[in-house]
């Protein structure tokens, strides 16, 4: 048997924890599938004093996540701080000592992707980073590799835990946005700062990577339409259902015309009887379309210690094999059949606007009017019966329109006198 790895561990929270205590269960397991034994030499933590429900040794827990770095034992580093300027610290240091990555960090990855992938290249030292999206669905090696033969059509994806697993909650028990949010936190599906999950930037660091790596650059994360799901209402779920479609906090990422791609994420409106409809709770799932393989799907737990140890385990599988002999795949390669994303206010999409207006004749005439003007045409009206002071709802489907267009007729909409309350636009998306 030859000398074991030696791995620095930096972070031991949710997911650090679990990556020690998971390589503790299958250690065994892992040497016997690749012929290499892994050591872990250091971890790096905030507080030393701090209780831990899983233990390891004292003397291995430093505060300097530099000992890791000058450790000559140590062979992989995997960064699990969290946050965005320690770990970029942390990786380029790691990289310009020739130390092979593992980083489960989306945030990271999707600021500073360009600039460590480029670092990693240099340095010819590769990159892994497969619990950065959708926890313990292998789909970044399932787009880097399994799928290279294919042009991406499409890929759909759910792939932030905490929000539909707050949206879930909401739709199934009626429950309140505050104490689901609480839930997740204590299930350990909430980021640190869990601001991100809400508003949607979570899911779209995630959807930053997964569309560059499918296209060949690397997104600029405003160059994309991010909204989240704080502004999502019982009424608007209830609506919805009524309609035949549900909510979910969805990335939508499209080959568009020329070398554009077109990226979003945001609460959507999706068809009851599509399969994303049916991915409830803490579950992701994303459907890639490619031009050789059709349609797939992959569906697996998107947060939490155990699934997302289980992408790190597949990554220290990887990185063994790397330590083994060096490959020439870095993390990400560029191509220059894309080259740019669609401006937001030109993608085209179907809508659901939701509006308070006041009870009285003409008022819809109004609303036909102002979307007319702006060449928008209306698809379904439903008025549900639900008298609230002297105002009803009224809910609108609207035709394919591009969204710029779409949020100036909204806005006009709103300065109308017989409509009350901000206008709630969301998008439908029908998978065409
Ligand atoms: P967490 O529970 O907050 O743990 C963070 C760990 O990093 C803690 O052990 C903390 O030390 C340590 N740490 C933070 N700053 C440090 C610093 N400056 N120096 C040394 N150690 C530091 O976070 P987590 O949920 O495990 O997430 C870790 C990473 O994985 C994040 O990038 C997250 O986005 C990603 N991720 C999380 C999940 C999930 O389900 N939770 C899933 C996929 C990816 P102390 O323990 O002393 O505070
Ligand atoms: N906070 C993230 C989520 C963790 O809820 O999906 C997994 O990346």
Known sequence: MTQPIGIGLAGFGTVGAGVYKNLTANGDLLTQRLGARFAV????????????????????????????????????????????????????????????VITGNKALLAEHGQEIFRLAREKRVPVFYEAAVAGGIPIIKIVRESFVGNRFESIHGILNGTSNYILSRMTDTGMDFAPALAEAQQLGYAEADPALDI?????????????????????DPAEIFVAGIESVTAADIRFASELGYSIKLLATIKAGGGNAIEVRVCPTLIPKQHVLASVHG???????????????????????QDPTSSSVLGDLAEAACAVESPRFCYGFTSHDLYGKCQPTAEAVSKYYLRLSVKDQPG??????????????????VIQPESLVEDSVPLVLMIHDAPFGAMQKASEKIAGLGCVKDTPALLHVETFS
Do not use: C
């Open 282 to 304: 803490v579950f992701n799932a994303i459907a890639v379309r490619g031009d050789v393989v059709g349609e797939t799907l992959f569906y697996g737990r998107g947060a939490g």
């Open 41 to 100: 030499r250091r971890i790096a933590v905030r507080d030393l004093k701090k209780r831990r429900e899983v233990s390891a040794p004292a003397e291995i827990f430093t505060t300097n996540t530099d000992d890791l770095i000058s450790d000559p034992d140590i062979r992989i580093v995997i960064e699990l701080m969290g946050g965005i300027e320690t770990p970029l610290a942390f990786v380029k240091k790691a990289i310009a000592a020739g130390k092979i």
């Open 199 to 219: 508003n949607g930037w979570d899911a779209a660091h995630k959807a930053i990577i997964l569309a560059s790596l499918a296209y060949g650059f690397w997104l």
């Open 363 to 380: 008022v819809l005439a109004q609303i036909a009017g102002a979307l007319g003007d702006s060449g928008i045409g209306i698809l379904s």
